[in-house]
């Protein structure tokens, strides 16, 4: 038996009021290119309500893992710009779950601290000067 | 309010985390400490400086089940990254220093970072006799007053430090109180629950760790972030409540639907705590998710607050009883004044006298 | 003392002690009323009229011809009222909870928004009445200070049982404790105030009406 029960017939309602949130920050989006980061841990869902929403935003064309710290992945939703951000830690467990509205999510993206160390590590390998620390 | 050493962005490097390792350290971070996650920037700029923390952890009457919450919650985690950042310099369950050398860990942490050190306490005090609980024969009272003399701030974990919890039950035989009833002169935040959730146990020391402060309290001494609401305000059964939809028992047609506990005593509508949206279990569950009413163990009183299974609006005292006391009292009090009536009813009678026309003539 | 033990006296001690009071106040007053008894009536009925006393008691609860027009604030206001408070009262599933903690009955309770809309018409309704009862000369002559101390005690009740579900104000346990304590307050000072009539109206009514038929005014 599944841990909660669901009732068939009955809908919760509480994945509405979110899916009218990510439309906001859509048009939020193509406006002024904010993005927009939800932390779904902080929302009263029941499994039914996830369900639902997941349902709702469905997969589309990206499907990430980064592995940074445990494997997170970075999953498109069939709406552009919506994106399903979790976080695991190297047992799989989750730890946080997001929605992110963005053109590209910013886990995706290369750290320029990270970029600076590669090219540091890079030009040491090669023998050449290093010149951009710092 | 830390230690010198290298920061924790700083750490972090050491071990190998990459800048965006650390930015999603941080996006957890913030959902730990049930931050909004536009508050990742200010969280990553803060740890860039912050510095290992240096906790003393005493226990005192508990059960041990706040340390076990707290350990045995997954691991490696972020729980374990948290715990990773701070110094635990003196735990008794946890270290692996005994006896001498365990009191000398204490004494030495808190002179090394006197004035700076976080003091975690878990369990009640008691005031009775104070052989009830001793730790290397220091009473529990010298122990708290003794180490928090010159810690930063003190950390109350699970309702017994907070609010006394079940060792204060009535009658409370070992006269049990919390932290804040003996430390008055530092910051005490209530970390309360019965096991309190682990994450909310590492958020607000995540916090402490980010910001190198406590976060804004109620009046109980509680991190609002985490107790700012009921659970009855979060709960995902919520609709149910107000569509008047309830389970009557533990395996109705209503409890497999899922529909609200409150008729199976859930004390959710009078509970803070942040169950129902960080759940337990890396957030798989609840209680309520998995079909049983909240029993209120993070507020204070819980333990005497009657019986976990009744109803919140149905009576807990004798009041059964004391109507019948009262029925029979009102049946012979009524049956007084019943007869009181009937009497002086009679002696009105008795005292009529009949007026005759001749009688009035008479009295012309 | 915080919110939740004083809630949890409210609910216990605080809730067994109004309960006595009431208990036995409602008894010793029905007997005092009913031991008084009348004087036994010598004349011959005027009429037989059975059933006067019953019919009495649906025709006092309506409007007589032509007064409704002249007072519809009292009649309405008191309708909205008195519908508004037995909906509140009866029909909220945590007050039905508490009736079967008593007495083990039970029986279904209508949805929350329903039992709001009807506990905020029965507080406006009170707040209309009141403001009759000031302004209208003829009802403040008549009004003393017992009638102004029940309708305190019934507003509160209402008032706190509403603040309390909308967590407004102070948090929702507080409220709540405040809220039983009210009730408590209402259950003590029942019996021994004008608003006996809850228990009493309908007796009234049928003897009313009775004794009327006998008189040869059958309603
Ligand atoms: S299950 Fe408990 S917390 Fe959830 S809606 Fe019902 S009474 Fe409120």
Redesign the pocket.
């Known amino acids: 038996m599944p841990s909660t029960p669901a009732d068939d017939n009955v809908w919760r309602g509480n994945a509405l009021p979110l899916l009218n949130e990510i439309r906001h920050a859509l048009e939020r989006l193509l406006a002024t290119g904010e993005t927009t980061v939800i932390d779904l841990g902080a929302l009263p869902m029941g499994a039914q309500d996830e369900a639902e929403l997941l349902d709702a935003l469905g997969t589309g064309e990206v499907d990430a893992t980064v592995d940074a710290g445990g494997p997170s992945s970075v999953r498109e939703t069939a709406f552009h710009g919506v994106w399903r951000v979790t976080h695991r830690n190297e047992a799989g467990e989750t730890q946080a779950r997001f929605i992110e509205i963005a053109f590209v999510p910013e886990l995706l993206m290369s750290q320029r601290e990270d970029v600076t160390d590669s090219s540091n590590a890079l030009s040491k390998r090669l023998g050449v000067e290093q010149n951009i620390r710092k | 309010m830390a230690i010198d050493g290298p920061t924790i962005a700083e750490v972090l490097r050491q071990q190998g985390i990459s800048r965006r390792g650390f930015l999603k350290f941080c996006a957890t971070t913030a959902s730990l400490m049930a931050l909004p996650p536009s508050m990742v920037p200010a969280i990553a700029a803060a740890l860039e400086n912050a510095r290992r923390p240096s906790v003393i952890w005493l226990s005192f009457q508990e059960c041990t089940g706040c340390t076990e919450s707290l350990t045995r919650s997954h691991s490696p985690s972020i729980e374990a990254l948290i715990l990773e950042q701070i110094s635990l310099d003196y735990h008794h369950t946890l270290q692996a220093a005994s006896g001498t050398a365990a009191e000398a860990a204490r004494k030495a942490a808190m002179q090394e970072n006197a004035g700076k050190y976080l003091l975690v306490v878990d369990g009640s005090i008691p005031l009775g006799n104070a052989g009830f609980s001793t730790i290397a024969g220091i009473s529990n009272l010298d122990m708290l007053k003794e180490t928090a003399a010159g810690a930063a701030a003190v950390i109350a974990v699970g309702t017994c430090a907070a609010y006394g919890g079940i060792p204060a039950a009535q009658p409370n035989p070992t006269g049990a109180v919390p932290v804040s009833a003996i430390i008055k002169d530092k910051p005490v935040l209530n970390v309360p629950g019965c096991p309190p959730i682990p994450v909310v146990i590492t958020g607000v020391l995540a916090h402490f760790l980010t910001f190198g402060s406590l976060p804004e309290l109620d009046a109980l001494g509680r991190p609002k972030t985490f107790y700012g609401e ?13 569509q008047g939809k ?1 389970a009557e028992t533990f395996d109705d047609e209503g409890a497999r639907k899922g ?4 008729k199976l005593g ?4 009078v ?1 803070y705590n942040a169950c ?1 949206t960080t759940k337990w279990n890396q957030g798989v569950s609840f209680p ?1 998710q998995s079909g049983h ?2 029993i209120g163990c993070s507020e204070p009183g819980f333990w005497d607050a009657g019986p976990f299974y009744k109803a ?1 609006s149905m009576p807990i005292g004798p009041a059964k009883a004391a109507v019948g006391a009262a029925v029979v009292a009102g049946l012979a009090a009524g049956s007084a004044v019943a007869l009181r009536n009937r009497s002086a009813k009679k002696s009105a009678q008795a005292a009529h006298q009949k007026v005759t026309v001749a009688d009035l003539e008479k009295s012309k | 003392m915080s919110a939740l033990e004083l809630l949890t006296w409210a609910r216990g001690t605080g809730l067994s002690l109004a309960l006595v009071i009431f208990v036995f106040g409602i008894l010793l007053r029905l007997f005092e009323i009913f031991s008084l008894g009348r004087k036994a009536d010598l004349s011959r009925a005027r009429d037989t009229s059975p059933g006067s006393g019953w019919r009495t008691i649906v025709r006092r609860s309506l409007p007589p011809p032509g007064l409704f027009k002249r007072s519809p604030v009292t009649y309405i206001g008191g309708y909205v009222f008195h519908i508004g408070f037995a909906i509140t009262l009866l029909f909220f599933v945590p007050h039905i909870e508490l009736v079967r903690g008593l007495t083990g009955l039970s029986w279904p309770g209508l949805p929350m928004q329903v039992v709001d809309i009807a506990a905020v018409a029965a507080i406006l309704a009170l707040f209309v009445v009141l403001a009759s009862r000031l302004t209208n000369p003829v009802k403040r002559f008549l009004s003393g200070a017992q009638d102004y101390f029940a309708w305190l005690l019934t507003l509160l009740p209402l008032l706190t049982g509403y603040l309390a579900f909308h967590h407004v104000i102070v948090d929702y346990t507080l409220m709540l404790a405040l809220h039983i304590l009210s009730v408590e307050l209402l259950l003590v000072a029942l019996p021994f105030t004008k608003l006996f009539h809850t228990v009493s109206v309908f007796v009234s009514r049928w003897y009313n009406g009775d004794i009327f038929g006998r008189k040869g005014v059958a309603s």
């Open positions: 009921t659970i009855h305000d979060r709960c995902y059964r919520r609709p149910f409540y107000d309830f529909w609200c506990l409150f859930c004390k959710g509508p509970t129902a309520i009413g909240c919140l």
